[in-house]
Antibody, heavy 114, light 108 residues
Framework: QVRLQESGPGLVKPSETLSLTCSVSGGSITNYYWTWIRQPPGKGLEWIGN???????NYNPSLKSRVTISVDTSKNQFSLKLSSVTAADTAVYYCARGLPWQYWGQGTLVTVSS | EIVLTQSPGTLSLSPGERATLSCRAS???????LAWYQQKPGQAPRLLVY???FRATGIPDRFSGSGSGTDFTLTISRLEAEDFAVYYC?????????FGQGTKLEIK
């Protein structure tokens, strides 16, 4: 059974860097696309970007200058870093596997506030 | 970047009725790489349909997808109480994926 679990701080200060990790169990991270998606409170879904192990990354053009997605095969995890955050980055952040996304994490709420 | 526009924004129907949700792309979606997701409050989205018309594992056959090019449809043949939720289309034919803004299916 494939499971994904997001983890990281629930509160980040403006101008700082948001860092989240997605831990994968029930399967190897050395295959598939691995994706981050977010959803501001009461709003729709926004694709942040993805990474394919052994391949490259793709980022949403609106976030590209601030986003880095990476994979840690030794821990079977992948990560998201979003720099220079503002209140507009407050959202539930999801990680997902595949293309399209068959498996999702439960999501984690990150609030940007001082 | 492909922009997806869903209509209607809100659809009010009764259990037992048929629901038709639309998703229009700003340019042709490669290989009909279009998916539909269902999202209920407080939950992660669930994959319903991929490749425009293939039901994901465990999805009831009352859900069906159709379309190609720039116009796609999700049909729910006979609504059940559990189907009232928000539905999103998503294209993955491009290296830059994107979602529609969602259709809220509510009980009339």
């Amino acid at each position: 059974q494939v499971r994904l679990q997001e983890s990281g701080p629930g509160l980040v200060k403006p101008s700082e860097t948001l860092s989240l990790t997605c831990s994968v169990s029930g399967g190897s991270i050395t295959n598939y696309y691995w994706t981050w998606i977010r959803q501001p409170p009461g709003k729709g879904l926004e694709w942040i970007g993805n990474i394919y192990y052994g391949g490259g990354t793709n980022y949403n053009p609106s976030l590209k200058s601030r986003v880095t997605i990476s994979v840690d095969t030794s821990k079977n995890q992948f990560s998201l870093k979003l720099s220079s955050v503002t209140a507009a980055d407050t959202a539930v952040y999801y990680c997902a596997r595949g293309l399209p996304w068959q498996y999702w994490g439960q999501g984690t709420l990150v609030t940007v506030s001082s | 970047e492909i922009v997806l526009t869903q209509s209607p924004g809100t659809l009010s129907l009764s259990p037992g009725e048929r629901a038709t949700l639309s998703c229009r792309a700003s340019q042709s979606v490669t290989n009909s790489n279009l998916a539909w997701y269902q999202q209920k409050p407080g939950q992660a989205p669930r994959l319903l349909v991929y490749g425009a018309s293939f039901r994901a594992t465990g999805i009831p056959d009352r859900f069906s997808g159709s379309g190609s090019g720039t116009d796609f449809t999700l049909t729910i043949s006979r609504l059940e109480a559990e189907d009232f939720a928000v539905y999103y289309c998503q294209q993955y034919g491009s290296s830059l994926q994107s979602f529609g803004q969602g259709t809220k299916l509510e009980i009339k």
